[in-house]
């Protein structure tokens, strides 16, 4: 069973530019979620998505962040403008649905470095 | 809200010592436990989990927890490590909504 994919690995950028990452979950899972993981810290809930509706993005910097998942499968999550703070490691997970009993697979996570 | 504290940021072992790692949460109803670990260069990958039943749970490698409710602690343990355990341990809690994760704790087993 194929895991979930990310892309890019690894972004360097300058303050003030925009970037994206892309997810492609694991076929058949409903439930995707982008986490933020800054380095010396575990990851934090950005956003979920229940198939195309957005579940929770009560931790989402709405003036420069926005996710979309437009046909319930693949994801993207942007940022525009990208700030110092936010280097970190942005992971992407699935899981079946959205219940607390099911097990969320992670991907191998996006490196962004902001200049 | 939730909250998760793990005791340790980094802990380091010598080959077949014994492992325990602390982990608390904070949260007033029914939660859902994991562990998850991340080898190095690797993603995240779930541990073992409690969600029910009993309050002592197995994982793979030989890794175990044990949920206690009124300390409000799920610490995992590991009778003898071994080097290919070294890796950042995360802990997470799942109450009402979102999975919340400590802030890991970094094991370094030297042979």
């Known amino acids: 069973e194929a895991g979930v994919a990310q892309s890019p690995r690894y972004k360097i950028i300058e303050k003030r530019q925009s970037v994206a990452f892309w997810c492609n979950p694991i076929s058949g899972h409903a439930t995707l979620y982008w986490y933020q993981q800054i380095l010396g810290q575990g990851p934090k809930l950005l956003i979920q998505?229940?198939?195309?509706?957005?579940?929770?993005d009560s931790q989402l910097p709405k003036d420069r962040f926005s996710a979309e998942r437009l046909k319930g499968v693949d994801s993207t999550l942007k940022i525009q403008p990208a700030k110092l703070e936010d280097s970190a490691v942005y992971l992407c997970?699935?899981?079946?649905?959205?219940?607390?009993?099911?097990?969320?697979?992670f991907g191998p996570g996006t490196r962004l470095l902001v200049l | 809200a939730q909250s998760v504290s793990q005791h340790n940021h980094h802990v380091i072992l010598s080959e077949a010592a014994s492992l325990e790692l602390g982990c608390n949460y904070s949260y007033g109803g029914t939660v859902n436990l994991f562990w998850y670990v991340q080898y190095p260069g690797q993603h995240l990958q779930l541990l073992l989990k409690?969600?029910?039943?009993?309050?002592l749970v197995k994982g793979i490698k030989g890794f175990e927890a044990e949920f206690i409710k009124s300390k409000f602690s799920f610490n995992l343990r590991k009778p003898s490590v071994q080097w290919s355990d070294t890796a950042e341990y995360f802990c997470a809690v799942k109450g009402y909504s979102t999975l919340t994760f400590g802030k890991g704790t970094m094991l370094l087993v030297s042979p």
């Open positions: 997970a699935s899981s079946l649905d959205s219940s607390g009993e099911e097990t969320q697979y």
């Open positions: 409690y969600f029910s039943g009993d309050p």
């Open positions: 998505f229940q198939n195309n509706g957005v579940v929770d």
